[in-house]
């Protein structure tokens, strides 16, 4: 079982910047092994994928953030990353910490998500 508590949301005017912390719990599971990921869900729209990174540290990003969001992990703290940059109001969504289903996870993991509000 693997329990992930986001922080770190909020309201920031456009241009401004945040920064996203996913804390993990994982029972049975050595979080240096799992893959990881932020998605985030704007209301009245589906969950997308914002930014993912590997347990071997390999990340990989949605087109609409690269350049401006950085993803990062510190498997001592078992803690996930997600720095986001000159933030725009299209970046207004509840953001969802996430463990990618894998032969190693078996199963996918989320946390309750961290709101983050961009004003123009």
């Known amino acids: 079982q693997v329990q992930l508590v986001e922080s770190g949301g909020g309201l920031v005017q456009a241009g401004g910047s945040l920064r996203l912390f996913c804390a993990a719990s994982?029972?049975?599971?050595?979080?240096?092994?799992?893959?990881m990921a932020w998605y985030r869900q704007a209301p009245g729209k589906q969950r997308d994928l914002v930014a993912a990174?590997?347990?071997?540290?390999?990340?990989d990003y949605a087109d609409s953030v690269k350049d401006r969001f950085t993803i990062s992990r510190d498997n001592a703290k078992n803690t996930m990353y997600l720095q986001m940059n000159s933030l725009i109001p299209e970046d207004t969504a509840v953001y969802y910490c996430?463990?990618?289903?894998?032969?190693?996870?078996?199963?996918?993991?989320w946390g309750q998500g961290t709101q983050v509000t961009v004003s123009s």
């Open positions: 996430n463990v990618r289903r894998t032969s190693y996870s078996v199963s996918d993991f």
């Open positions: 994982a029972s049975g599971f050595a979080f240096s092994r799992l893959d």
């Open positions: 990174i590997s347990s071997g540290g390999i990340r």
